[in-house]
């Protein structure tokens, strides 16, 4: 009999008493690699190995790619921009402890289509929590991821980082990151629930726009600007409050998020944006504090079965895009909100509003 040497016999035992054996480095061979601007640690510039564009038949299992810590006696700190691009052969990567960033596009469309029948590609990727910066387009187009654990180390998600990752069913923001950029998450159709941890200031333009299953999302009261179409087409979102701290909410924030039936607006939010609502066709009541100081142009336009404006204070509001001292005629403010009664008429009257209702 062979002898098989002290780590043999050690994986051997591990097997026998139900232990497991962490999945071996993938050899440095399969990369290209570079050295960082500090010259402190190595870029994986490129995935050069098995399966690297490959495209595989229907059963075909993908590589699964373990990144080592270590090259030629560097640390790996980064993984470098298009590293991983189309490289649809790979099933999964795990990103050793010690890398902090992960560049753009490093990652981007590691999927192919089948055809009908759906595709192949990145199916989990496992970020330590050394890492600091997500950038721009990093996992852009990767169908097949279906969840990611953002760690608390992360301190910045760049613009398009997970954008049409249409498989993406769940996802939490730590707290640690302050700004997510624009339409990070964009087209990630059956994304159902997003937490927003509290120390997140700012949701960028068109974050989560088309999230067409998003039925849940918690902005903390750390947020202070909702940028433009941050949430438009989320059709299937239920309710939505708006945090306490808010001073801007961009045009198009919710729009035709047709699964709304209620928002309250709280005490402290002075304007709301420009066609906020609009759309929001299951939209039934509106609670609008006395901070509220100016509605703009088509703001709840086309919720057609709108009722109810709750005002909380007696205060009139400048309805549309004139000034306050120069108010302008804006009847798209509510346009096509022909369910309001005479008194809810009468009170929007007293509160300022000068247009009309489209009843005609």
């Not at 190995?49 to 490959?54: L, V």
């Not at 810590?69 to 470098?80: L, S, T």
């Not at 306490?244 to 047709?258: D, E, H, L, P, S």
Request: proline share 3%; hydrophobic share 35%; charged share 20%.
């Amino acid at each position: 009999m062979k002898f098989l040497g002290t780590l043999g016999l050690a994986a051997i035992l591990l097997g026998w008493f139900g232990g497991a054996v962490a999945a071996a480095d993938t050899p440095a061979s399969d990369f290209e690699v570079g050295v960082n601007e500090t010259r402190d640690g190595a870029v994986i510039k490129k995935y050069i190995g098995k399966n690297a564009k490959k495209s595989l038949e229907k059963g075909e299992k993908g590589v699964n790619v373990v990144i080592p810590a270590e090259i030629e006696g560097f640390p790996v700190k980064e993984i470098g921009k298009y590293a991983f691009q189309y490289c649809c052969g790979i099933t999964s990567v795990t990103i050793p402890n010690g890398v902090t960033k992960i560049g753009h596009a490093a990652f981007s469309d590691c999927y192919r289509h089948w055809g009908s029948d759906g595709g192949y590609g990145l199916t989990s990727v496992t970020i330590p929590n050394s890492v600091t910066q997500i950038e721009s387009w990093a996992f852009h187009g990767c169908e097949n991821l279906t969840s990611v654990t953002i760690p608390d180390s992360v301190t910045e998600i760049g613009a398009d980082a997970f954008a049409n990752c249409r498989n993406l069913t769940s996802v939490t923001i730590p707290s640690s990151v302050t700004v997510i950029e624009k339409r990070a998450f964009q087209y990630c159709r059956n994304l159902t629930s997003v937490t927003i941890q509290n120390g997140v200031t700012e949701i960028g333009d068109d974050a989560f726009e088309y999230c067409e299953n998003l039925t849940s999302v918690t902005i903390p009261d750390s947020v202070t600007v909702i940028g433009e179409r941050a949430f438009e087409y989320c059709e299937n979102l239920t309710s939505v409050t708006i945090p306490k701290r808010i001073i801007k909410m961009g045009i198009y924030a919710f729009k035709n998020c047709k699964g709304l039936t209620s928002v309250t607006i709280p005490d402290g939010v002075t304007q709301i944006g420009g066609g906020a609502f609009w759309g929001c066709e299951g939209l039934t009541s509106v609670t609008i504090p006395n901070s509220v100081t100016k509605i703009r142009a088509g703001a709840f336009a086309e919720c057609i079965n709108l009722t109810t404006i709750n005002f909380t204070g007696d205060k009139r509001i400048n309805f549309g895009d004139g000034e306050e001292d120069r108010p302008t005629v804006d009847a798209s403010v509510f346009k096509d909100c022909e369910k309001f009664s005479l008194a809810m008429q009468v009170a929007l009257r007293k509160h300022g509003y000068r247009g009309g209702f489209y009843f005609q």
